[in-house]
């Protein structure tokens, strides 16, 4: 089976004539969340993501299009099936270590981490493997998270501290930073157990001070910590942030059924809204079960 899904960096100039492409292919646009356009032609569907920016190609032509129309009239070079020579330091054995759930009011914060070598690398892209950030279906993450795991085994480590614990610790550490540091050198040193022949883990930059850096000193952990900006164009990574999606979906999920309301993502004004009825229903008392009692919302409510 070929390839169904598909992602790549793209310049300003390629996101343009890209969109010319598509356009003179028939493809039909539409409006997508964070997206700079998004088209579709049958089953075919290509995004272009401000992030980036990147484009995300979907569907049962995904293989056909990149290698008769993205590759030859946008990127002007052969990619698909070259990673390794594209993207060789991905293809290294290596930890890739993210988070899912910092921005939401409700529910808890994950970390979570992964072991990739040449052989998983390229087994978790066969199997469509990119930043959970980019998809939408909470079926399609526990699809991907299964692929995931059956793929690296016990290469994986994933921690989740639930609201109360969140609580607790923002109150030691009253910064958020701080928190992530911890989480990641926690799973960055039980990866190292796991796998102690890896020399190398890889993180998404969310500060510029040496904070997880420190956090691995001070834990005795011994190898090469890099943190970068777009890291989860690395598959472990993006595997990574899958696992812990995943896991910040399962207690939402849980704890909605728990109460009988479904908690909502996010922390915009209807989250906002949420919070009250919930505190209407089940008291102020029970709230910092459920939410990250530092976010703004708690004040303005």
Aim: proline fraction near 3%; hydrophobic fraction near 40%; include cysteine.
């Amino acid at each position: 089976m070929g390839k169904v899904t598909y992602t790549l960096a793209l310049s300003d100039e390629q996101v343009a004539i890209l969109k010319d492409c598509l356009s003179r292919g028939g493809f039909d646009f539409q409006e997508k969340e964070h997206a700079l356009y998004s088209a579709k032609r049958g089953k075919l569907n290509v995004t272009v993501y401000r992030k980036g920016p990147k484009v995300l190609v979907q569907g049962k032509e995904t293989e056909e299009f990149v290698k008769f129309v993205l590759e030859p009239e946008v990127i002007g070079e052969a990619r698909l099936g070259y990673e390794e020579h594209w993207q060789a330091e991905m293809f290294e054995p290596h930890f890739g270590i993210d988070e899912s759930g910092k921005g939401d009011y409700f529910g808890p914060l994950v970390v979570a981490g992964v072991y990739t070598n040449s052989e998983i690398t390229r087994a978790l892209l066969n199997a469509g493997i990119m930043d959970s950030k980019r998809i939408s279906s909470g079926k399609r993450i526990r699809e991907l998270a299964t692929k995931i795991r059956a793929e690296v085994g016990s290469g994986y480590k994933v921690i989740r501290w639930a609201p109360a614990r969140y609580n607790l610790l923002y109150e030691e550490y009253n910064n958020v930073n701080r928190m992530l540091a911890r989480g990641h050198a926690t799973v960055i040193k039980d990866l190292s157990v796991r796998v102690p022949s890896c020399g190398r883990a890889l993180s998404d930059q969310f500060t510029k001070s040496p904070l997880i850096a420190r956090e691995l000193k001070n834990r005795r952990v011994r190898l090469i910590f890099e943190e970068r900006t777009k890291a989860e164009n690395d598959i472990a990574v993006a595997a990574g942030s899958i696992l812990a999606r995943e896991s910040f979906l399962d207690w939402m999920d849980r704890v909605s059924e728990k109460v009988g309301l479904e908690l909502p993502l996010g922390a915009g004004s209807a989250v906002k809204e949420f919070a009250r009825k919930f505190i209407q229903k089940f008291g102020r008392e029970k709230l910092p079960e459920v939410v990250k009692l530092h976010f703004r919302t708690t004040k303005e409510m």
